[in-house]
């Protein structure tokens, strides 16, 4: 089965119980099985600057899911959670944001979905904990851990 890195955050809410209920109701064990889960990390806003603090963690799955199915899977998640993709400001606060950061070794670019996530490289506040949990792994040929190294990570706090 293909390995997966899947990200979670939010910050509208109790964040925390959000991600902890949003990943087991991901991984159900059938379709989508945890192999591992970051600590959570209360992290900076990124992109809309003047809002809350989000709350970030990864996962590590193997699937029985296509990458699209993976990311359906995904969406109903979220809303599940209460978020609404057409009011929302991208960027913005919301109860719950899952990405799907990569799957095997697939390279995907469609409208509806491009792996590895387009932005992994840059965003501290996802390669913290997904280098935790993977801290030797590389993703499109490139090492999370060198790629941790180049970006900035002033105001991440791992979280007890």
Not at 112 to 132: C, D, G, N, Q
Not at 145 to 150: I, K, P, Q, V, Y
């Amino acid at each position: 089965m293909p390995r997966a890195y899947v990200a979670f955050g939010g910050n509208v809410g109790d964040a925390r119980d959000t991600i902890r209920r949003a990943i087991d109701a991901f991984c159900d064990g059938a379709h989508v099985t945890l192999l591992a889960r970051s600590s959570d990390y209360r992290t900076p806003p990124w992109g809309v600057t003047d809002q809350a603090p989000f709350i970030n963690a990864c996962i590590a799955v193997e699937t029985r899911l296509s990458p699209r199915d993976l990311l359906e899977r995904a969406q109903e998640v979220e809303r599940s959670f209460g978020r609404d993709r057409q009011r929302e400001t991208r960027w913005g606060p919301r109860t719950l944001d899952i990405d799907i950061l990569s799957y095997g070794n697939t390279a995907i670019d469609d409208p509806m979905l491009t792996l590895p996530h387009p932005r992994l490289f840059e965003r501290a506040f996802v390669l913290v904990p997904l280098v935790e949990i993977a801290p030797d792994a590389t993703i499109g040929g490139r090492s999370l851990r060198e790629a941790l190294e180049r970006v900035d990570r002033t105001g991440i706090e791992k979280l007890a």
